[in-house]
């Protein structure tokens, strides 16, 4: 569970270099948010707003450790999601194939060339 990373087609098409490097720092952030929990707890205390060691410890927990997904996946579920939710201002969501809206092949690419397996020799805890 975390929070998904969308784009165009036409921007992917043209800035193919800047989302590969983009997609890669972001799952190098969630690898070490995942590692480092002092900057875990700090970094959800930050956003999150508040000082409580004990719900900051529970939502690393949580979060960190529990919910969130490394290296992350695009799921068709989480896209039909997505789709239903927007029914209401969009009906036509309603018939859309999740699949048109999935675009895989940066994470293919980064799995292929090791860099996943590399970010969990370097982040192993």
């Known amino acids: 569970m975390h929070t998904g990373v969308g784009a165009t087609r036409r921007f992917l098409a043209e800035h193919a270099g800047e989302a590969k490097a983009f ?17 875990g707890v700090r970094t959800i205390g930050r956003y999150a707003r508040t000082g409580d060691q004990e719900v900051l410890a529970e939502a690393y927990e949580r979060y960190g450790l529990r919910y ?9 579920r989480s896209i039909q999601g ?8 969009f009906p036509e969501a309603r018939a859309a194939d999740p699949e048109r809206f999935r675009d ?11 860099f996943f397996k590399a970010l ?3 982040y192993r805890r």
């Not at 997609?23 to 900057?39: C, I, P, T, W």
């Not at 997505?82 to 201002?89: D, N």
């Not at 895989?104 to 090791?114: K, P, S």
């Open 120 to 122: 969990e020799r370097s």
């Open 23 to 39: 997609l890669k720092a972001y799952v190098e952030g969630l690898y070490h948010f995942r590692a480092n929990r002092e900057f």
């Open 82 to 89: 997505i789709l239903e939710q927007l029914t209401g201002t």
């Open 104 to 114: 895989a092949r940066f994470m293919e690419e980064l799995e292929r060339e090791g």
């Open 68 to 76: 969130m997904e490394i290296p992350p996946h695009i799921h068709r």
